[in-house]
């Protein structure tokens, strides 16, 4: 019985080191890593270039946003059939442009025009309009707006897509100013492969990742190569897609600041609505993303974040 209680007083004074040390560092984390120095702090970002007040990825769209604004595009890119890359979220082109067919099935010339308007994917009923209608080349935005940090996110697992991306990235000398994004481990492993010099952000799996070693109290301990932790803000998300509604995402100020101190920034999207915007940066985002570039210039008029980096 002797043995047995000093056991676990043992166990428990050890557990109690650790919980101590770990809340010690999550605190304190440059005690332990070095602190990230990205090239750009970005609090304003445009989703698809601000697809609420232009049609979405056109070069309208980035325009416009960078004309009121924006510190960052966000935008996704796929291959056409003659190797271009064109900026556009989907690889099939029906609900963009009606046609049923995929654009790596397509020469670039041949791509038919946007829709006259597109839905708000985040803000159903709403849409975006304009007369450009025309899809843009990725080399194109990068001429274009050769100092705005842009972020790319990759959905297809197209060794050559990556390639060539990484390519144009290295070409226009924008390596410090634009982020490779991708949900999928393995695609963000072969980017990371190609470019090993652009910031990158947190795939699903790291970020599942993420949250486990933060409710374990490893997190302090654990070092990170990304640079940037872009999520849903949860109640866009639940309000946003009926598959969800039921689901509760948690996130913690704490871990944000934890990530923010070792030198990451937080961008949550997407946020369309001043009251999305507050949540944001309530729970400590950096960043928002959005569809309405105009609306968020003008709350961070109205609400001046201070640079937490």
Request: aromatic fraction near 10%; proline fraction near 4%; charge should be positive.
């Amino acid at each position: 019985m002797a043995e047995a209680a000093l056991w676990l007083l043992l166990c428990a004074l050890a557990l109690g080191v650790y919980m101590i040390c770990s809340w010690y560092f999550l605190r304190n984390p440059l005690l332990l890593h070095k602190k990230k120095c990205l090239a750009f702090h970005s609090r304003h970002v445009s989703h698809r270039g601000g697809a609420g007040e232009r049609i979405e990825n056109t070069m309208a769209a980035f325009t416009h946003a960078v004309k009121e604004g924006t510190e960052m595009l966000e935008l996704d890119c796929h291959l056409t059939q003659d190797g271009y890359v064109v900026v556009s979220h989907d690889k099939n082109l029906e609900r963009q442009t009606g046609y049923n067919i995929d654009i790596s099935s397509l020469k670039f010339q041949d791509l038919p025009s946007y829709k006259e308007k597109l839905e708000v994917t985040f803000n159903s009923g709403h849409y975006g309009t304009g007369q450009d209608r025309r899809f843009t080349l990725l080399e194109d935005v990068f001429k274009k707006f050769p100092k705005i940090p842009i972020n790319i996110e990759v959905k297809e697992n197209n060794d050559l897509l990556i390639e060539k991306v990484s390519s144009l990235v290295k070409q226009y000398k924008r390596e410090g100013i634009t982020v490779w994004a991708t949900e999928v481990s393995d695609i963000m492993a072969k980017c990371r492969k190609q470019n090993p010099f652009m910031p990158y952000s947190f795939t699903l799996r790291r970020g599942s990742l993420l949250l486990v070693l933060y409710y374990t109290g490893l997190l302090p301990f654990v070092p990170l190569g990304e640079g940037l932790l872009q999520f849903y803000l949860p109640r866009v998300i639940n309000r946003s897609h009926s598959t969800f509604k039921n689901i509760r995402l948690t996130m913690r100020k704490a871990l944000f600041e934890h990530l923010v101190k070792r030198g990451m920034q937080v961008q949550l999207f997407v946020c369309n609505q001043e009251s999305d915007m507050d949540a944001a940066f309530a729970v400590g985002a950096t960043g928002v993303m959005s569809d309405y570039p105009t609306l968020l210039s003008d709350y961070i008029h109205k609400n001046p974040i201070p640079l937490a980096m």
